[in-house]
């Protein structure tokens, strides 16, 4: 089974993961597979808070922010956590060389390879595109490439599921 989930900040979404992955997996191999490369002390604290709510549930941690087909042969046959799609894109979109806006498709051609590995692949993702604001060109060619790469996994995984305040919204597929 592979799931989208989608949803505002702190909305729930990794948690209703955590939830999902321990379901699917029915006491087989979890990887929770992390993507945020900290840049300072907030994101060091987030994850941190992350790895405590995790505490206990049975994850291995893979922390694996780019070139994410080198780590692909780590996850085959386990229930995968991948948390976030959102990271994922800002680490490979962006670096001291630049912007490379081919990132996008080599993402998500990158996250549909890894997903048919798995056992089971639930994908969290930000919805960081459905404001009304405008931002500077490259924000915005972010937020498109995100809104793609969402579209992408969306139209070929089993489930999409949207949270809100904690609330779940099926879009697609059914609620495990």
Same mark, same amino acid.
């Given at each position: 089974?592979?799931?989208?989930?989608?949803?505002? &900040?702190?909305?729930?979404? &990794? =948690?209703?993961?955590? *939830?999902?992955?321990?379901?699917?997996?029915?006491?087989?191999?979890? $990887?929770?597979?992390?993507?945020?490369?900290?840049?300072?002390?907030?994101?060091?604290?987030?994850?941190?808070? /992350?790895?405590?709510?995790?505490?206990?549930?049975?994850?291995? *941690?893979?922390?694996?922010?780019?070139?994410?087909? /080198?780590?692909?042969?780590?996850?085959?046959?386990?229930?995968?956590?991948?948390?976030?799609?959102?990271?994922?894109?800002?680490?490979?979109?962006?670096?001291?060389? @630049?912007?490379?806006?081919?990132?996008?498709?080599?993402? &998500?051609?990158?996250?549909?390879?890894? &997903?048919?590995?798995?056992? =089971?692949?639930?994908?969290?993702?930000?919805?960081?595109?459905?404001?009304?604001?405008?931002?500077?060109? *490259?924000?915005?060619?972010?937020?498109?490439?995100?809104?793609? $790469?969402?579209?992408?996994?969306?139209?070929?995984?089993?489930?999409?599921?949207?949270?809100?305040? @904690?609330?779940? /919204?099926?879009?697609?597929?059914?609620? $495990?």
């Amino acid at each position: 089974m592979r799931i989208l989930l989608l949803g505002g &900040s702190k909305s729930g979404k &990794s =948690h209703l993961a955590q *939830t999902l992955c321990r379901k699917l997996a029915k006491g087989g191999p979890m $990887i929770y597979w992390a993507t945020m490369e900290p840049v300072d002390d907030e994101d060091r604290e987030r994850i941190r808070r /992350h790895v405590a709510d995790r505490a206990g549930w049975g994850f291995t *941690t893979l922390e694996q922010g780019r070139d994410l087909r /080198h780590a692909a042969d780590a996850v085959k046959g386990a229930t995968v956590l991948f948390d976030s799609v959102t990271a994922a894109l800002g680490n490979e979109m962006f670096s001291a060389d @630049g912007i490379d806006f081919r990132a996008v498709a080599r993402l &998500s051609g990158d996250l549909a390879y890894i &997903s048919r590995r798995c056992r =089971h692949f639930v994908c969290v993702c930000d919805e960081i595109w459905r404001d009304g604001c405008s931002f500077d060109e *490259t924000t915005e060619a972010y937020r498109r490439g995100l809104a793609e $790469i969402c579209r992408a996994l969306a139209a070929e995984f089993d489930a999409v599921y949207e949270v809100t305040a @904690g609330l779940v /919204h099926v879009w697609k597929g059914e609620r $495990i």
